[in-house]
């Protein structure tokens, strides 16, 4: 019998084999047995775990997206503690932090969701919903509080949303433009820096120091 421990290595080892052929090869370009000898498994721990490919590829975006709204969510929480810049800001931060640790899964799930399937449209009508609800919310309360400048909400969902995802959905073109490997935590942090300083220039009414 295996352990809990055990069974959650093997999960995990599955999800990240999968999320590097993925990447690499395409999910119509990866099999079930790609994915066995990658993850050095048999191939039934796959059936066991999530049923089938398309199991594992929901189980990828889920908990990708679970966990990219938790911390929205987190942040917004605070800010019955804290002001609207302080929540964006972390929000920001804590989000490109997320991606680059999650560098993989970042960027293959940001480049399937420009395709049109049943499982995007799922997850642009509950977790993507979610993040322009708290984003908006956000922005609202940070003009309402003078905090923020008054801007088109809409528009400049639009542009956090192209800065969080650029360096993942861009990856060469950032490193030729801004010199970010954003797998690397040195680069995560200069983007971070960059992402405050357009917060800071954009959104704020008047100038703060840089936080990230």
């Known amino acids: 019998m295996k352990t809990e421990k055990n069974k959650n ?10 999320l590097l052929l993925f990447q690499t090869n395409g999910y119509d370009g990866t099999s079930i047995r790609d994915i066995a000898q990658k993850a050095k498994i048999n191939s039934a721990n ?20 679970e966990r990219y709204t938790a911390i ?39 480049r399937e969701m420009s395709r049109d399937t049943m499982l995007n449209r799922e997850v642009l009508s509950t977790y993507m919903a979610k993040e322009r609800y708290y984003l908006q919310y956000v922005i609202e309360q940070g003009i309402k509080t003078n905090v923020f400048r008054k801007v088109s909400i809409q528009s400049f969902i639009l542009v956090i949303k192209g800065l969080l995802t650029a360096p993942f959905t ?28 357009f917060l800071n220039q954009s959104l704020l009414q008047s100038k703060v120091g840089v936080t990230s």
């Open 72 to 110: 929205i969510e987190n942040a917004v929480q605070e800010m019955e503690y804290s002001k609207a810049d302080s929540c964006m800001k972390s929000i920001i931060s804590n989000l490109v932090q997320f991606q680059g640790d999650n560098f993989l899964a970042a960027r293959f799930i940001t």
């Open 170 to 197: 861009h990856v060469d073109y950032a490193k030729q433009l801004l010199h970010i490997l954003p797998q690397e935590q040195y680069y995560i942090e200069q983007y971070k820096e960059q992402c405050m300083d």
């Open 9 to 18: 290595k093997t999960k995990q080892a599955i999800v990240e084999a999968a």
């Open 46 to 65: 796959i059936a066991y775990y999530f049923k089938n490919k398309n199991g594992l590829l929901e189980y990828c975006f889920i908990d990708y997206f």
